[in-house]
């Protein structure tokens, strides 16, 4: 009878705690999540892309070189042409390479030094976060709340769906470039409670309410 009697208080104290700590509600997740969280469509390009063309870190440029990079082009000018970068003038164009101006004469002499025209194809804007190859290519919203998932009385992490369309200009970088990574369609944040309940742990942590996870 006491063996039954402690398995009974056990039973009664684990869903005590597992009733501290359930988390927020799906509804109420999601309602902070609409409101807090700015969803992103970023796709990624083929990293094979990125080994062919030239970065111009100061002057905030990227350059496909004359020779050996026919695809790296082709897909650059998949970019320009659905309005993710634009090309660079003429000048910049006439300019010498980043890595040319920033030498001195006696490690580059003079009559060594070919402007961009002379050594690259084309170059475009190094826009947003070109350098690492991601680029938006998508509209997308929160759709709904899969999981609430409590870690403490105080933390929890919460995994919803998001809708993601693709904008039609994709078919065509995939074309160029070869298919590009397409953005998640779904995502993990984290929530935190703290005196006015529970909110998005980056939220928190702004306010000082707890901080993140």
Do not use: N
């Amino acid at each position: 009878m006491k063996s039954h009697t402690s398995v009974l208080v056990a039973v009664g104290i684990g869903a005590v705690l597992l009733g501290c700590s359930s988390g927020p509600s799906q509804s109420q997740a999601f309602e902070a999540i609409q409101s807090g969280i700015k969803e992103e469509g970023s796709c990624i390009l083929p990293v094979d892309i990125l080994s062919h063309v030239k970065m111009q870190h100061t002057t905030k440029g990227i350059c496909v070189p004359k020779e050996g990079a026919t695809k790296a082009r082709a897909c650059i000018d998949a970019l320009v042409a659905a309005g993710v970068t634009h090309r660079m003038p003429e000048s910049y164009m006439l300019a010498w390479p980043d890595d040319v101006a920033s030498a001195s004469l006696s490690d580059v002499p003079a009559y060594e030094r070919r402007p961009r025209s002379q050594v690259f194809g084309t170059c475009v804007e190094l826009v947003g976060e070109l350098r690492e190859g991601r680029f938006t290519c998508a509209d997308a919203r929160a759709d709904k709340v899969v999981k609430v998932t409590a870690t403490d009385d105080t933390h929890a992490e919460v995994r919803y769906d998001r809708e993601v369309k693709l904008r039609p200009a994709v078919t065509a970088i995939d074309a160029a470039c070869g298919t590009v990574t397409r953005p998640p369609g779904d995502s993990t944040v984290a929530f935190v409670k703290g005196s006015s309940g529970w909110t998005l742990a980056s939220a928190a942590g702004a306010a000082g309410d707890g901080g993140a996870p």
